[in-house]
């Protein structure tokens, strides 16, 4: 079970972080912004690179922080799919204005990937370290 719960953690998180990579330059201010907002081209390069990043560590690691991490990563930038697709906040403090009220392939594959992948970050988050009946008799620890 732990090897699926990783590769679908990596995998959701992996479509992320390739449609926010290929998404990023689309993102780069007007000529009009403000110098106090963080570009959203960064914005999305960072969510690309958070995403790539948790998906190698819990590959490479499966412990519980690694899958904490991941699920931050994927919970969040769901959050922020959904928040912005319902509610335009305009500027908030250095973050620019994200609300896009259209909905299209590639939102529905991140935010599918994004989903995914929290939900099987939990799921290893509570499982991770468990070991099953069988390996315990088989290491003579107790059952109980």
């Known amino acids: 079970m732990g090897i699926v719960l990783r590769i679908l953690v990596?995998?959701?998180?992996a479509a992320d972080a390739i449609v926010h990579w290929r998404f990023a330059p689309d993102?780069?201010?007007?000529?009009?912004?403000?110098?106090n907002v963080i570009p959203g081209d960064d914005l999305f390069y960072a969510q690309a690179i958070a995403a790539a990043v948790a998906a190698v560590l819990v590959l490479v690691w499966a412990r519980?922080?690694?899958?904490?991490?991941?699920?931050?990563v994927a919970a969040s930038a769901a959050g922020a799919v959904l928040l912005y697709y319902?509610?335009?906040f305009g500027q908030l403090g250095p973050i620019p204005r994200m609300?896009?009220?259209?909905?299209?392939?590639?939102?529905?594959?991140?935010?599918?990937?994004?989903?995914?992948?929290?939900l099987a970050a939990l799921a290893g988050f509570f499982t991770v370290g468990r070991?099953?009946?069988a390996e315990r008799r088989s290491t003579g620890a107790s059952v109980d």
Do not use: C, H, Q
Not at 27 to 35: I, K, L, R
């Open 10 to 13: 990596a995998a959701g998180l």
């Open 27 to 35: 993102m780069a201010p007007g000529p009009n912004t403000p110098d």
């Open 64 to 72: 519980k922080w690694t899958y904490a991490l991941a699920f931050l």
């Open 86 to 88: 319902f509610v335009d």
């Open 99 to 118: 609300y896009d009220p259209s909905w299209y392939a590639d939102k529905t594959i991140s935010l599918a990937g994004e989903l995914v992948a929290a």
């Open 131 to 133: 070991r099953e009946p």
